[in-house]
């Protein structure tokens, strides 16, 4: 219940943060240390695949150089909810990306 909660204030963080991105800078947060926390979900077997859906969605906002970075990383997740979900998402996220 503690991982879902934190999971969720992290999403609503993020979803602050991105909308943030467009306007400024922000000094409040490190964002390698964000990004690396928001990896670290999308590697996660036992966290939502919506929670790691979300995680590869705002990698791909706030870095997406970083976001690029952790295909092999990505194509690598053995777990059921990866094999249905979050490798799919990633590549469609990465093809709109370089389609940009």
Same mark, same amino acid.
């Given at each position: ?10 999403? @609503? ?5 991105? /909308?943030? $991105?467009? !306007? ?6 490190? *964002? ?28 791909? @906002? ?5 976001? /690029?970075? $952790?295909? !092999? ?6 777990? *059921? ?20």
């Amino acid at each position: 219940a503690h991982t879902l909660l934190l999971y969720a204030l992290l999403a @609503k963080h993020c979803r602050y943060v991105l /909308r943030q $991105i467009g !306007k400024k800078k922000s000094t409040y947060y490190n *964002e390698e240390e964000m990004l690396d926390l928001l990896v670290d979900i999308v590697k996660d077997p036992d966290a939502d695949w919506m929670a790691r859906t979300a995680s590869l969605h705002a990698i791909s @906002k706030i870095s997406p150089d970083r976001f /690029r970075s $952790i295909e !092999k990383t990505v194509k690598a997740l053995t777990d *059921e909810d990866a094999t249905k979900w979050v490798i799919s998402d990633y590549e469609k996220k990465l093809i709109d990306l370089n389609n940009k």
